[in-house]
């Protein structure tokens, strides 16, 4: 299983159509629009996101160290949307 980083409120808003279902379109643009909001105020380091990748590809973020699922993601275009993402190690 890999693990690869979102780093910006922009890149999240960009993997919205990449969603399986309306619920997990709705939870990554409600988290993009918020973490756009505190990254203007100075903190954009206040969200963590991340896709996990292996027989499928989940959406993910941190919620008070805590991994939370967004939704699951077409697993063909989220190969693709991955290349241009870091990969981190999966602890």
Same mark, same amino acid.
């Given at each position: 299983?890999?693990?690869?980083?979102?780093?910006?409120?922009?890149?999240?808003?960009?993997?919205?159509?990449? /969603?399986?279902?309306?619920?997990?379109?709705?939870?990554?643009?409600?988290?993009?629009?918020?973490?756009?909001?505190?990254?203007?105020?100075?903190?954009?380091?206040?969200?963590?996101?991340?896709?996990? /990748?292996?027989?499928?590809?989940?959406?993910?973020?941190?919620?008070?160290?805590?991994?939370?699922?967004?939704?699951? /993601?077409?697993?063909?275009?989220?190969?693709?949307?991955?290349?241009?993402?870091?990969?981190?190690?999966?602890?």
């Amino acid at each position: 299983m890999k693990r690869y980083s979102i780093d910006s409120p922009d890149r999240l808003k960009a993997a919205a159509p990449l /969603m399986k279902q309306q619920k997990g379109v709705w939870a990554v643009n409600n988290l993009a629009i918020a973490w756009s909001a505190t990254a203007r105020q100075g903190k954009p380091e206040a969200f963590t996101a991340y896709i996990e /990748m292996g027989r499928s590809a989940t959406l993910y973020r941190i919620s008070q160290g805590v991994p939370l699922i967004m939704g699951e /993601m077409f697993l063909g275009a989220a190969r693709k949307f991955v290349k241009d993402l870091k990969e981190v190690p999966v602890t």
